[in-house]
């Protein structure tokens, strides 16, 4: 078996079946039969963790069966380490690995650490949701050249201006990726980010090109743009009122019900979430993602698409006093499909 997409399609049917022996033969297999580690890692490993997200998404397959394959994958990127040839010579540097803080995706930011340490980097995986003020620490200590922050969730972005305030006063260039940033990297400019790339191919070729950064094609016009004075107050606020809005967005999304499911606290935790991270780089798009996605997932008990227009009316009410916050509430409703029937 050569094609990658074969073996793709057999390590997916190995985690369905959660068999890690029968994962792990997939991934060695495919090595003995001489596949790049690389390939092995991004091509079957990463893109079989994508698939396993859209058939959780689509309902088709269960929290428990996402948590069991992703265990399987952390184990399959261990083996893959273990029994790959010895890196290639090229990386010039240590490059620390560093998921944000309250970002528990951790599997992405480990496989660009593997991605680069077969590049010859020296790379430090620090693991996931990484404190911002943890990250300063270790970096004055341990002096890395460069820092790679890694993040799936855009609603994670004001911890991202943080991590990067904490590099810059080390002096240390950070190196922003993964779904967070957005699809063509912008809000890793946003929050000041001295580079992205969009996978982890991209990041070798970039740092093998110039090991130092800044990376952005225009850098010399760069600079943070999220967080003004108004994104740090509105976000903040929308932070320290999280509790109450869930509560009264549950109650305007289902005024019948007594306590929300906690399927519903918890996505509408991650809407207020969407919502401050999109006031914080002022960008309307972030919180459309939020929307989109809604109308994309099946969660059992989850928050519907009918249910957004009266949490957004609702939310938009109790927010007055930001008007930030109020006009991305407004374009949002906007924008959301007309209800059927
Ligand atoms: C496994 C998983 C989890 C696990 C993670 C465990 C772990 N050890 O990683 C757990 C159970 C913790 C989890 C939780 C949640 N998850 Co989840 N999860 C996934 C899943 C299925 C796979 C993640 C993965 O391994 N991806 C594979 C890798 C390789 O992804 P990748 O982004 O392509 O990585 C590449 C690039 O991004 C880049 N890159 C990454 N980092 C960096 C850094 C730098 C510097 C550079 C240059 C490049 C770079 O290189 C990588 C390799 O090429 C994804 C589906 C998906 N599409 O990814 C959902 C997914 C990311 N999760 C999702 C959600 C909604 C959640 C939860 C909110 C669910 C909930 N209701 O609680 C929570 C949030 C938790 C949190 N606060 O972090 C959504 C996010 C949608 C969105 N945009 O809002 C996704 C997309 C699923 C979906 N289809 O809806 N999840």
Redesign the pocket.
Known sequence: MTDIGARRTAYLERLAAADEAGAVAVAVDALDAGVDPESV??DV???A??E???R??AGEWT?VQ??V??HI??RVVAAVARHAPAPRPGGTGTVA?ACLD???????????AE?LTRHGWSVEFLG??VPAAQLATHVHRVGPDVV?????????LPAARRMVEACRATGTPV??????FGADGRWARAVGAD?????????AA?LAADPDGPWHADAAEGGATAGDRTGREEQGVLHARRAELVRLAAAAARPDDGDPTD?LA??LG?LVD?LAAAVFVDDPALFD??VS?VG??A?PA?LRVAELAPVLDALAAALADSPRTVRLLREAHGGLPAPVG
């Open positions: 890692l991004l490993v990463a893109a963790q994508r396993v997200g859209d959780w998404a929290v996402e948590h394959a992703t994958s952390e690995v309250g970002e528990w995706h951790g599997l992405p930011a480990r496989l660009l991605v996931a949701s790679a922050i890694s993040s799936s969730l855009p609603s994670r190196l922003a990726g993964g779904p967070a580079g992205w790339a969009p996978d982890a191919r991209a990041a970039m399927e918890d996505d991650h969407f993602g939020f996605w994309s997932v969660i989850g």
